[in-house]
């Protein structure tokens, strides 16, 4: 076998860290180098064509082509001055990657010589023979063209060699077939939804983003290790392995000091995230070891999201350099904790407020209330929309599990504010109230901020938790894209701040004075919305009863989370605001349920291959040599002293076969039912056949081969022991 565990071993006790210098002190110096930013465009761009892409970014204006190709001269300049010699449009299809398709700045011609070809059409937009990515049946084969479109709200960046281009990718006819366009769409309605709601407290707001600051966990496992795990390597999990006697009870890797070679992967690739203007910022393990987390100062919603996907990309680069293999799967190893990816969230205006976060004045009070109401509204109304956000194969193995959120979301808000909406709800009247009132219960809001923030407030296993002047949307999982989850949590905030604002207009029209009426429809949604919130323990099973007796969902697998895109609830949402139409959900889902049932199709043919070629020979073997023992015995001893000194051997070949016997049997069973599975055409049948009859055999084949690790020889073990894949510095 090429990657043996002895060899693999023995290539990481080699180990030495590289060599990693930071190219400047002063991250001021290096920060943004390789992006196209604000003082790169106002370097290389005229006058003329800055403003017209400030005002695209920032008002979402056209550019036109004249314009368009000023631009793309400037940033190939620019680009050329970085050393890159090709461009490429970067997009995010639905795989949960990221695509580039690479072309050269020049295109040699006939006579030698080479002429241009990255002008403002190339800039602007790009035909893409895109049939491989997935579509949902939107692109019909024989019309396999896609195009990608430039998005100036995120710039253009130097990665290698190739000026990247961030764009959006859609079908001919239209349809979105990434998360891009979905998540700029639920922006700009969420935009205008807050702006409205705004002008009620400040008639300066014009502009509102939505800002994300995601913290992003991850494993990190020596490349020999990862390379002789097939399942590793090829499933991003390990599917076997018997958890280490020094496991995690201890916790004492929690903020413990980082190995050498580990700090100098994290060094290296930080310096190349800040080249690239992602803001990152702390560093620490986590609770597992070699787990690790990454955060950066949140930045706007749509920038946040391509920084994320971005750095993913990135440490997987620079971990290579390293003799690393970054999994940034859920849940890579049983026992041990799995990696999510908190995206905290919140909405601030173009007069520099956050909306989340309470204010000094009674008025910014009232402000912070109506936002922060509406919020936990929108999530009670669509808790299984957001579920379905964050259901993917990999976080079915986490969510739930017992030190991650559970998949019954709720919204947790700490004692202070809990009180305080506990207070609305039983002292607004009907009635008219007085001035003082009103002030009070402003005033009541004030206190909340120092108290919250100073920590001693916090729920961590909650899914969705208010954490002082945001909220945190921890259900996410670690490899996920953001741009699902902060699609529909935008679009459901907006549709939540439309409704508030019809019925408060309702009320005014009634004559209803207009702090009144907000304090009114503020109760009204912190009446309908209790049972969403919980401020208990997340994890116990006490949860489950009560949530259960509340009616909240708790959906366990993700087949049945994914229906909840295409609810008539959902469908109506989405269309009505613009952001995805009837046909782009079902192809969305159609998707995410082709993608579920070929993570569990892989990972059900890696068990059964390394069941066959790689546990049951080990085991046959290692019985053998028991075989010989007991014969050797048998040959020179008395029947009672055999019977006497045989009968741990004897024992353990029995054990052995039965294993044996259970994990052949099993796996057999496992391939049929996958072959039944796959003759089935309906997509969502197809996954819910995976997701019950295939996946259903996975712990029990497990749980026998993972016996047959303590069992057999540990020298001749082929498979990495998880002691070793984590343990290992
Ligand atoms: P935790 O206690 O969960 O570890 P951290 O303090 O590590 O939280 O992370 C907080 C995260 O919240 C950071 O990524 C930060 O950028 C982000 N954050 C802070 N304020 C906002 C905001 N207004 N909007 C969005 N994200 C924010
Ligand atoms: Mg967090």
Redesign the pocket.
């Known amino acids: 076998m090429a990657f043996h565990r002895f060899k693999a071993l023995e290539t990481v006790l080699s180990r030495v860290p590289v060599n990693v210098t930071m190219p400047s002190n002063k991250v001021s110096e290096f920060f943004g180098e390789n992006v196209f930013g604000i003082d790169a465009m106002r370097e290389y761009l005229s006058e003329e064509a800055f403003k017209s892409v400030m005002s695209a970014m920032e008002l979402g204006t056209q550019i036109d082509r004249k314009m368009a190709d000023q631009v793309a001269a400037s940033m190939k300049a620019w680009a050329n001055s970085k050393g890159a010699t090709h461009y490429t449009h970067w997009f995010q299809p639905l795989t949960g990657a990221t695509a580039e398709k690479h072309d050269a700045f020049f295109e040699p011609t006939e006579n030698g010589r080479a002429i241009e070809r990255f002008g403002g059409t190339q800039l602007v937009q790009q035909e893409s023979d895109a049939s491989s990515f997935p579509n949902g049946g939107i692109r019909n084969t024989f019309e396999a063209r896609g195009y990608t479109a430039w998005d100036p709200t995120s710039p253009a960046f130097v990665m290698g060699k190739t000026l990247c281009i961030p764009t959006i990718f859609v079908s001919y006819t239209g349809e979105a077939l990434d998360f891009k366009t979905p998540l700029l769409k639920a922006l700009h309605v969420l935009d205008n939804a807050a702006v409205d709601v705004c002008q009620y407290f400040d008639k300066n707001v014009t502009k509102v983003i939505a800002?994300?600051?995601?913290?992003q966990e991850y494993f990190l496992v020596d490349e020999a290790l990862y390379n002789a795990r097939p399942d590793l390597a090829m499933t991003g999990r390990a599917l076997f392995g018997h958890s280490p006697a020094k496991g995690q009870q201890l916790e004492d890797h929690y903020f413990g000091s980082i190995p050498d070679r580990a700090t100098s992967f994290m060094r290296d690739f930080e310096v190349e995230s800040l080249k690239l203007g992602i803001p990152v910022k702390?560093r620490h393990n986590e609770v597992a070891p070699n787990q690790f987390e990454c955060?950066?100062?949140?930045e706007e919603c749509n920038l946040a999201v391509d920084h994320n996907q971005l750095l993913m990309d990135v440490m997987e680069k620079v971990a290579r350099r390293h003799n690393f293999r970054v999994l940034l799967h859920e849940k890579p190893f049983a026992g041990v904790n799995g990696s999510g990816k908190?995206n905290?969230?919140?909405m601030?205006t173009n007069t520099g407020k956050?909306l989340?976060s309470p204010g000094k004045t009674p008025k910014t009070n009232l402000q912070f209330l109506t936002f922060f109401i509406n919020t936990v509204k929108a999530v009670h109304d669509n808790a299984d929309l957001l579920r379905a956000s964050i259901a993917s194969a990999n976080n079915d193995h986490r969510l739930g599990a017992n030190e991650a959120p559970p998949a019954i979301m709720s919204v947790f808000l700490g004692t202070q504010l809990s009180n305080v909406l506990d207070e609305l709800e039983t002292k607004v009247k009907t009635g008219k109230m007085s001035p003082d009132e009103k002030t009070a219960l402003k005033l009541g809001v004030g206190k909340i901020p120092d108290i919250l923030l100073d920590n001693t407030d916090r729920n961590r296993t909650s899914p969705f938790a208010f954490?002082g002047?945001?909220f945190?949307f921890r259900a996410v999982g670690s490899s996920a894209n953001c741009a699902g989850p902060m699609t529909v949590l935008n679009a459901i905030v907006a549709e939540q701040l439309v409704n508030f604002k019809k019925e408060v207009d309702q009320l005014m029209k009634k004559n209803v004075e207009k702090d009144e009426a907000i304090f009114q429809v503020l109760r009204k949604c912190i009446i309908d919305s209790k049972k969403i919130r919980f401020e208990g323990n997340g994890y116990g099973e006490e949860w489950v009863k009560e949530a259960a007796k509340r009616g909240l969902s708790n959906i366990k697998t993700t087949p049945l989370a994914l229906s909840a895109f295409v609810s008539p609830k959902t469908i109506d949402i989405f269309t009505r605001n613009g952001i995805m139409n009837e046909r782009e959900q079902h192809a969305r889902y159609d998707i995410y349920l082709e993608t579920y049932t070929k993570k569990i199709q892989i990972e059900s043919r890696v068990m059964a291959d390394l069941s066959l070629n790689h546990i049951i020979p080990t085991a046959i073997k290692y019985q053998s040599s028991l075989i010989e023992n007991v014969k050797g015995l048998k040959e020179i001893m008395n029947a009672s002293d055999f019977k006497k000194n045989a009968s741990i051997q004897l024992g353990m070949i029995t054990e052995i076969s039965d294993h044996i016997n259970f994990i052949k049997t099993n796996v057999d069973a496992m391939t049929e039912a996958r072959k039944s599975a796959n003759k089935v055409t309906d997509v969502k049948k197809q996954a819910a056949l995976y997701c019950d009859k295939v996946k259903a055999y996975f712990e029990s084949i497990r749980y026998h081969v993972d016996k047959l690790e303590l069992i057999i020889d540990d020298e001749s073990w082929p498979l990495p022991k998880y002691r070793e894949i984590l343990f290992t510095k």
């Open positions: 800002t994300l600051g995601w913290e702390t955060a950066p100062v949140f908190h905290n969230w919140s601030s956050n989340l954490t002047n945001k945190e």
